[in-house]
């Protein structure tokens, strides 16, 4: 989602960048980064819009806010919204990526995607993630046409990144309201408070929707410290696969992968071979003849 497709007029002057998110502490939902952009020259003009840190904002002025930014020409926006699922499944895979890694790489996207647009970045105005100055050099060498400042708090000390914040912050609200809910086969209600790990509102509505061999509804990120300690003691999932591969000596080994997180199977592509093929089905589908398909 972004201001508009097309490359702004005022693109070939020099402009500046400030990029923020919304949502990477709660438990719930997506996390979303929000960038705004806009010609050095309108720079000065950004105090008049009276943009702010978007979590000292009631939700009614960040509304406000947000259409007025969308109707003002000398300014482009972009948001990246990484879903819930996506937030685990790179935290929980074999080859990890941690919130501060999908953070980083999320910012430089956004930047990629501008500069694309042929917009000339000459500046831009990020809040830390982690070091602020390990963050800059990694940004700097991945963009060394571009002068970064990395900042704490940079969303209320510069315009440009508190504007970015708006964007992050009401696009998150929105997406959470008008969420789709995909399991249809429970009862499952909206009243999850803030979303946050410490919110009372949202542990209950955790505990409700726990599902003993499922975990949780797709809005959760399964990762979370709270959702595994909310799992402990409940059905362990293993997937096996009852090849037999012939060892250097003859022997048979038996593989097996074990599912050690909800929801989440890291295997290799051999094993992917395997359960296409169907060799390596698990005798509950062997014994009831059930087929994989892969073309509907």
């Not at 995909?182 to 209600?189: F, K, L, S």
């Not at 989440?264 to 005798?283: M, P």
Request: net charge neutral; aromatic share 8%.
């Amino acid at each position: 989602m972004e201001s508009d497709c097309l490359t702004p007029e005022w693109a070939s002057q020099p402009c500046l960048i400030g990029i923020d998110e919304a949502g990477r502490g709660p438990v719930l939902g997506p996390m979303v980064y929000g960038c705004m952009y806009c010609p050095i020259s309108y720079q000065s003009s950004l105090a008049s819009l009276h943009f702010a840190d978007s979590k000292t904002l009631k939700e009614e002025k960040r509304e406000e806010l947000y259409e007025n930014l969308k109707l003002d020409k000398s300014l482009g926006w972009a948001v990246d919204v990484i879903d819930p699922r996506e937030l685990s499944a790179k935290m929980l895979a074999k080859n990890k990526t941690n919130l501060n890694g999908i953070s980083h790489n999320s910012a430089m996207g956004l930047i990629k995607r501008v500069l694309d647009m042929g917009v000339l970045l000459t500046e831009a105005y990020l809040d830390t993630v982690g070091d602020p100055e390990k963050y800059r050099i990694k940004l700097s060498e991945r963009f060394p046409s571009i002068k970064f400042v990395v900042s704490k708090k940079a969303d209320s000390l510069f315009p440009i990144v508190s504007g970015a914040s708006i964007v992050a912050k009401v696009t998150r609200d929105r997406a959470l309201r008008e969420w789709l809910v995909e399991e249809t086969g429970e009862d499952i209600n909206r009243n999850f408070g803030s979303g946050y790990p410490g919110d009372p509102e949202t542990k209950v509505w955790l505990v409700q929707h726990k599902h003993s061999v499922f975990g949780f509804p797709s809005l959760v990120r399964f990762s979370w410290g709270t959702c595994t300690t909310l799992l402990k003691g409940e059905v362990e999932v293993a997937w096996e696969a009852d090849e037999t591969e012939e060892s250097g000596n003859g022997s048979s080994n038996k593989r097996q992968a074990k599912l050690s997180s909800f929801g989440f199977k890291t295997c290799d592509k051999r094993s992917e071979e395997i359960e296409s093929s169907g060799k390596g089905r698990c005798k509950f589908f062997q014994a009831r003849k059930i087929q994989q398909l892969t073309q509907f």
